[in-house]
């Protein structure tokens, strides 16, 4: 059901905030409380139809205990756009507090600034187990210029990834004798226009008595490559959790941990990667996880909780859900694309998009491969250096494409070769001798 708000202009300044500030209440205590089944909290609410007049958007988030009391652990918690085809856009996530029951941060959540326009359905979630919380959710619009007008956001690793039946929500490493924990390149095709284009990684590291107390305390250097060259190395540590003024909270607050604090906000890392990308040609893309084998796994051959786990025998290889939990990397990782013109449709990238085309260069006739996770329609467009689609051809429900393309009536030079499902969208860059 749609939720009424208030939309608060203030012609003064009051509350801190300035003359044209826009303030929307979306959530207001909201109960979040796995045993009456409402850990998560789904509502649309109405946002300002034109947001050209503000600059900056923060999300203000005030947590506190509902009746029955807050859940005395640290949880993990986030806020999401949910799309209309279902599938959602994290824009923020936090830590809930350790043992004390009241705290609210603020978050930048500017770059999601296109799609916090008229009606929106968020998400809001709390892993929580026993006892409760509730949210109160408010996003304040900042008026001025805006850096660029036009912005586009798109995920590359989040959620559930049928191509390779993993969560990277949820997405557990160290069993690397049997299973790989690399995650699939992306191939995006980056707009002509593009002014700036950002790799924004949100990821925190959970689960504890494992090989080097991995993942939630082992402090770890992921790398971010383009086209296969390392152009950023993403240190995942927080070590200034002591100085969070959210606190005296209760048990190990103060220890330093994978990207994140107890009571906390998590600010996700932005790195510029566009002196690394050519506009109007496709990039390869790349989040490579730092190495790690979980020796004190019930996978892992001759476990000896006493030389590999971390907290030795105090805990068993296999996992109980209290001091032994499983490492695993909570993940959502987008680009954003920036520009002040308007910017060509930018799709969630596909989970099949590694697909194949050949020959290529070729003198007009290509052969197109590809494997879909389910029997799905696809729509072949080629679009030129320009922006603009020059071919289009459509293909009946498969789960296999195998088709040759006639394009020796285009001129000759580069183009892009984009298959459409509505699973999204995944390009090759075709050369046309």
């Known amino acids: 059901m749609k939720q009424i708000f208030t939309l608060i202009t203030f012609l003064f300044i009051t509350y801190g905030l300035s003359a044209q500030n826009m303030m929307v ?31 900056q958007v923060l999300m203000h988030i005030d947590l506190n205990c509902p009746p029955g009391g807050c859940d005395p652990w640290d949880r993990y918690a986030n806020i999401a756009i949910v799309k209309a085809d279902g599938s959602t856009v994290e824009i923020g996530r936090y830590i809930t507090p350790y043992g004390i029951g009241t705290c609210g941060w603020t978050l930048d959540v ?33 008026e001025g210029t805006q850096d660029y007008t ?7 690793w ?81 070590d200034d959790c002591n100085q969070n003024p959210c ?16 009571g906390q906000e998590v600010a996700a890392v932005n790195f510029d990667i566009t002196e690394h990308i050519t506009p109007g040609e496709s990039a390869t893309l790349d989040y490579v996880l730092d190495p790690y084998l979980n020796k004190c ?49 930018v799709n969630d990238v596909a989970n099949w998009a590694d697909f194949s085309v050949f020959p290529n260069p070729s003198n007009g006739h290509f052969n197109i491969n590809v494997t879909f996770d389910a029997s799905q329609q ?29 394009l020796s009536q285009l001129a000759s030079g580069i183009y892009f070769l984009e298959i459409q499902t509505n699973e999204g969208k995944a390009f090759k860059k075709v050369i046309l001798n």
């Open 247 to 262: 606190s005296p909270q209760n048990g190990n607050w103060e220890f330093g941990r994978a990207g994140w604090c107890p």
């Open 297 to 345: 796994s019930p996978l892992y051959p001759d476990c000896n909780p006493a030389t590999d786990c971390a907290f030795g025998t105090q805990i068993q290889c296999g996992y109980d859900g209290q001091l032994h939990t499983a490492p695993h990397y909570k993940m959502a990782i987008q680009l954003i694309i920036k520009s002040n013109s308007p910017l060509t449709s």
């Open 25 to 55: 209440n979306t959530f207001a205590n909201a109960v979040h409380n796995a045993s009456v089944g409402t850990s998560a909290q789904s509502a649309t609410f109405s946002f300002p139809a034109d947001v050209s007049a503000y600059n």
């Open 150 to 156: 036009h912005i586009n956001v798109q995920n590359l």
């Open 378 to 406: 696809a729509t072949i467009n080629i679009i030129d250096t320009a922006g603009k689609n020059v071919f289009q051809q459509h293909f009946s429900p498969t789960l296999h494409l195998k088709e040759q393309l006639n």
């Open 110 to 142: 500017s770059d999601y600034r296109e799609m916090l326009t008229g009606d929106v359905t968020l998400r809001s979630g709390i892993e929580t187990f026993s006892g409760g919380w509730s949210l109160n959710l408010d996003f304040e619009f900042v």
């Open 158 to 238: 989040h959620g559930f990834d049928s191509g390779t039946n993993r969560n990277y929500s949820n997405y557990q490493v160290g069993d690397t004798l049997w299973t790989s924990d690399n995650l699939p390149d992306r191939n995006v095709l980056i707009p002509a226009n593009a002014e700036q284009v950002i790799f924004k990684v949100s990821n925190t590291g959970h689960g504890q008595g494992n090989t080097l107390n991995a993942a939630e305390f082992r402090p770890v250097n992921h790398v971010i490559k383009v086209d296969g060259q390392t152009v950023h190395t993403h240190d995942m540590w927080k």
